[in-house]
């Protein structure tokens, strides 16, 4: 069964502190790795898709990265409007779904 | 291009009440997934449809309902309402045409409270 770890869960960081979320998956054949934001009451925000190991894409301060067992996302001199939490996919192929993490809380304070 | 727009926001249900809810896609997009979205399990899918069939379905009752228009719009439906069926219903919307990498593009939720 296909599954998707992120950690930290909660990650409070000063304005300008660089630092990087993870997400560590377990499937077999991976199709792509799908990057999205999600403000509270909102729905998730589409970020990145990643399809192979090396792969970097970057915008604005976030630059999301792809091994062959996990992605990271770097955050690069957050700014408050960075709060969010940030959650990752991956492609459940059989049933063309996505199977999301748990998502990382990350506040960024002033 | 609009973005994907869900109807209504927010409901407020009662127990064993029955709900429809609405999505409308991006324009041109032939593909919608329902999700449901709770503190506990996170984000869980309901079912795909395509060109007004259900491609795939989740692990989720039969309850659990929906359908799609000739013109993509979709709806979801869940009967007998149980409170643990509490949650952010989101819509996601894609073209359809590159199987599983296809990018799913969500919309704002809609916000079922049951009591």
């Known amino acids: 069964e296909d599954q998707v770890t992120q950690s930290p869960e909660a990650l409070r960081l000063q304005e300008g502190e660089s630092s990087s979320l993870n997400c560590s998956y377990t499937?077999?054949?991976?199709?792509?790795l799908f990057w999205y934001r999600q403000d509270p009451g909102k729905g998730p925000e589409f970020l990145f898709t990643?399809?192979?190991a090396g792969e970097e894409k970057e915008k604005e301060r976030l630059k999301a990265t792809l091994t062959k067992k996990e992605s990271f996302l770097h955050i690069t001199a957050p700014k408050p409007e960075d709060s969010a939490t940030y959650l990752c996919?991956?492609?459940?192929?059989?049933?063309?779904?996505?199977?999301f993490g748990s998502g990382t809380r990350l506040q960024v304070q002033p | 291009k609009a973005g994907v727009t869900q109807t209504p926001r927010y409901l407020i249900k009662t127990r064993g009440q029955q709900v429809t809810l609405s999505c409308s896609p991006i324009?041109?997009?032939?593909?919608v997934s329902w999700y449901q979205q709770t503190p506990g399990q996170g984000l869980q899918f309901l079912f795909e449809?395509?060109?007004?069939?259900?491609?795939n379905k989740g692990n989720f009752p039969g309850r659990f309902s929906g359908r799609q228009f000739s013109n993509s719009r979709s709806e979801m439906n869940v009967s007998t309402l149980e409170l643990g069926d509490s949650a952010l219903y989101l819509c996601?919307?894609?073209?359809?045409?590159?199987?599983?990498?296809?990018?799913?593009?969500f919309g704002p939720g809609t916000r079922l409270t049951v009591l």
């Open positions: 996919a991956i492609p459940d192929g059989g049933r063309r779904a996505l199977t």
């Open positions: 990643l399809y192979s």
């Open positions: 324009s041109g997009h032939r593909s």
């Open positions: 499937v077999s054949g991976l199709r792509g």
């Open positions: 996601a919307s894609s073209s359809g045409q590159a199987g599983a990498t296809d990018t799913q593009y």
């Open positions: 449809y395509f060109s007004e069939t259900q491609r």
